[in-house]
């Protein structure tokens, strides 16, 4: 059996759009499939209590001065985040809008439902879990290819316009937002830290798993196939 690695890029999967908003029904399916378990794997972290990824610590700070749902400040966030894409080239595909959409949406119908444990172990091994749905679903959507979430794309537009290291921009936006949602009274902790080191290694297994599933299937596809 050959021996599996992490991927390091996106794979070029079967169902993956050739354009942002070239749309088949197995594309859609697997986008909004995608955004929903990563918007579980959030949902798992809020309800831990041991530190929400940066991004929901924003909006958990938001959420609780201005009286709205997570979800609901997450899907306003991320309106006003695309809208910051104006001054600079990048266009937004199906992908964006769905992620802008979804993800809030399913952080407020999944969180009642999952899990609130209150001892540190079972609220630790949530917040694990949190972070590989979440990072399982992440690349799931990706792989739809059906255009960058409003966070990615601004981080790719201040990338090209003043050539900064993608790296750098994207530890600059995660930074900026963490420390306002501290600062607004969002929860930040173990929970927070555990999904900046543990996410890109979730997503680069579930890219390997995707690639080798698929290839197999389309394997197995053309050898039924009479020649």
Not at 57 to 82: C, K, P, Q
Not at 170 to 187: H, W
Request: with cysteine.
């Amino acid at each position: 059996m050959a021996k599996l690695s992490a991927s390091r890029t996106v794979p070029r999967c079967s169902w993956g759009a050739t354009g942002v908003w070239s749309l088949r029904l197995p594309t859609v399916i697997v986008l909004w499939v995608g955004l929903w378990i990563f918007g579980a794997g959030e949902a798992l972290l809020i309800q831990a209590r041991l530190g929400n990824t940066p991004w929901t610590v924003l909006s958990e700070g938001i959420a609780e001065r201005v009286g709205l749902s997570i979800g609901t400040v997450t899907i306003i966030i991320s309106m006003l985040v695309l809208t910051s894409w104006l001054p600079f080239d990048e266009r937004p595909g199906f992908g964006t809008f769905s992620n802008i959409l979804l993800i809030g949406i399913a952080i407020d119908v999944m969180s009642p439902l999952v899990p609130r444990p209150n001892r540190f172990g079972w609220q630790l091994g949530q917040s694990i879990l949190g972070v590989v749905i979440g990072g399982f679903g992440c690349a799931l959507y990706l792989t739809a290819n059906l255009g960058p979430g409003a966070r990615d794309g601004l981080m790719k537009s201040l990338h090209r316009r003043f050539d900064i290291p993608i790296a750098w921009v994207r530890l600059a936006m995660e930074a900026t937002v963490l420390f306002a949602g501290i600062a607004l009274g969002g929860r930040a902790g173990l929970g927070t830290v555990l999904f900046a080191l543990g996410v890109g290694h979730a997503m680069s297994w579930s890219f390997t798993a995707f690639s080798t599933l698929d290839r197999r299937a389309r394997d197995t596809t053309a050898h039924a196939v009479p020649g």
